[in-house]
């Protein structure tokens, strides 16, 4: 499956991001998913490579993606550098093309690449309870207490780790609803939605993603010296931002250091930039 030029070669760079509430079965979906694309099935080896990639245990990514933000094992410096590590690994998976992801949170931080598209799985409240009890053998109070604080647990990660509302249909490109389709129409819909013509990669839309890659990367390389860093790529062009108060610890070598280090980075300009506002705070303490 996929585009053809005129000699035939397949040119399909796609790539499918999917969301599923949970146990409505959207890690069965996106394996489906993928196997009638001709995709790569993209999910958990991420933490091991990023892992490796990183110096962070696989554990401790794991725990960032999956872990409530409400408990304290993990602290929010610890889960921002995991998150970084793991969504510039992701970008490998991403810029390479032709894989269908799941349960990596991606939909997140893909919506300006239009070859990417993005897939909300959902089902019917009851459904997901009756999948719940099945799963993990609870009674139906239980279980539905268990599906209510996940999807709870999940719109909290997402509003305090990236300032969204987790339900905004704004974040997806198709919306499917197992309530009123059938899983194997679901798969057949998402394949066929992948194929069209608008998620045919462009010069503009692969530039994007690469851009989009190095500036993972290069914050990945930054979180642990300086976590609120802004940063911005254009083809291996890096610009970084900081934000001072009051003149505080200069560590723009640092940083420059660091995003040279990263692959595929030509040239590093540091910015800092005082915080008036901060700063007049402090002084009429």
């Not at 010296?225 to 900081?242: F, K, L, M, S």
């Amino acid at each position: 499956m996929g585009f053809e030029t005129e000699d035939g070669k397949d040119v399909t760079m796609s790539v499918v991001i999917i969301s599923a509430l949970p146990y409505t079965g959207g890690d069965q979906i996106a394996a489906r998913a993928a196997e009638q694309l001709g995709y790569r099935l993209v999910g958990g080896e991420v933490f091991e490579t990023a892992a490796q990639e990183h110096g962070i245990s696989s554990e401790q990514l794991v725990r960032a993606v999956h872990e409530p933000v409400a408990w304290r094992s993990m602290s929010r410096r610890d889960r921002i550098v995991s998150l970084a590590a793991i969504e510039a690994t992701l970008w490998d998976f991403i810029v390479e093309g032709k894989c269908v992801c799941h349960g990596l949170a991606a939909h997140l931080y893909v919506e300006r690449v239009s070859h990417i598209l993005r897939v909300r799985v959902s089902g019917p409240l009851e459904h997901r309870i009756e999948n719940a009890m099945e799963h993990e053998e609870l009674s139906e109070g239980k279980a539905r207490k268990l599906v209510l604080g996940l999807d709870k647990q999940r719109r909290r990660w997402v509003k305090t780790l990236y300032n969204v509302d987790e339900s905004d249909a704004e974040l997806f490109d198709l919306v499917v609803d197992l309530g009123s389709e059938e899983p194997d129409a679901a798969v057949t819909e998402i394949a066929k939605f992948a194929q069209q013509r608008r998620y045919r990669p462009m010069s503009y839309s692969r530039k994007l993603a690469k851009n989009c890659a190095l500036t993972a990367k290069v914050r990945a390389a930054l979180i642990p010296v300086e976590p609120d860093a802004q940063v911005r790529v254009n083809e291996g062009r890096v610009h970084i931002e900081v934000t001072s108060v009051g003149g505080g610890d200069d560590n723009s070598g640092t940083l420059e250091e660091r995003a040279r280090a990263v692959a595929g980075v030509t040239d590093v300009e540091v910015s800092i930039v005082d915080d008036v506002i901060a700063q007049a705070a402090l002084s009429m303490r």
